[in-house]
């Protein structure tokens, strides 16, 4: 039989193992990096650290006192912009695209999206986004879900997400530039300019004749 002593000595023994278990644990979850800094450590980020360097928008990111929800794009999400009207190339040679683009990834504060409901990016765009179970996915122009949640950092969080959120005015300002083109910003009106050019033209060479 085990004596009193004995199994008073093990019981101590095992809580203060327990004990000493669990600070271990909670020191091991504590974030010792900044948004910046877990980005540039995590390998399927990198085009969106080399990205935010462009947009110099790792400084912000960098910041101890403020709290941010960072929707970070892997490399795969990158890629598929090849596919779309606004590539990698559009984004390397347009640092204002770029940041715009960026920003609309950046979130004040830390979103819990646990569910269905609205967030407002630093670019001042409102991102519509559902939960189903562990599922969030965003829409309404977007199409993007979150692969990786929650990666805590010292001054906010990292959520993965698989598709780059390019505002869908992005892509649509060229166009928009073109329709309204015309006299006067009139559509319909755009060669207006060259028949009155022509106009001219003839008037000078009938008073020449007379």
């Known amino acids: ?61 960098n910041n101890t006192t403020a709290k941010y929800t960072v929707l970070a794009p892997d490399n795969a999400a990158f890629a598929k912009l090849n596919n779309t009207t606004t590539t990698i190339a559009d984004l390397k040679n347009d640092t204002p695209l770029l940041t715009q683009i960026l920003r609309n990834h950046v979130i004040n504060g830390t979103a819990n999206f646990t569910k269905n409901g609205t967030v407002t990016t630093l670019a001042g765009n409102t991102l519509t986004y559902t939960v189903n179970g562990t599922k969030v996915q965003f829409s309404n122009g977007y199409n993007a879900t979150i692969v990786t949640k929650n990666i805590n950092a010292t001054n906010g969080v990292i959520d993965v997400i698989d598709s780059v959120l390019v505002p869908p005015s992005t892509t649509t300002t060229t166009a928009s530039a073109t329709a309204s083109g015309g006299f006067l910003g009139l559509p319909g009106f755009e060669i207006f300019p060259a028949v009155v050019g022509l106009l001219a033209v003839a008037y000078l060479v009938m008073r020449r004749k007379k």
Do not use: C, R, W
């Open 1 to 61: 039989m085990v004596s009193k002593k004995l199994f008073s000595a093990i019981v101590a023994t095992a809580m203060i193992l327990s004990i000493v278990g669990a600070s271990s644990i909670a020191f091991a979850q504590t974030p010792t990096n900044t948004i910046t800094q877990t980005a540039a450590s995590t390998s399927d980020l990198s085009t969106l650290v080399s990205f935010l360097k462009q947009a110099n928008l790792t400084e912000m990111l």
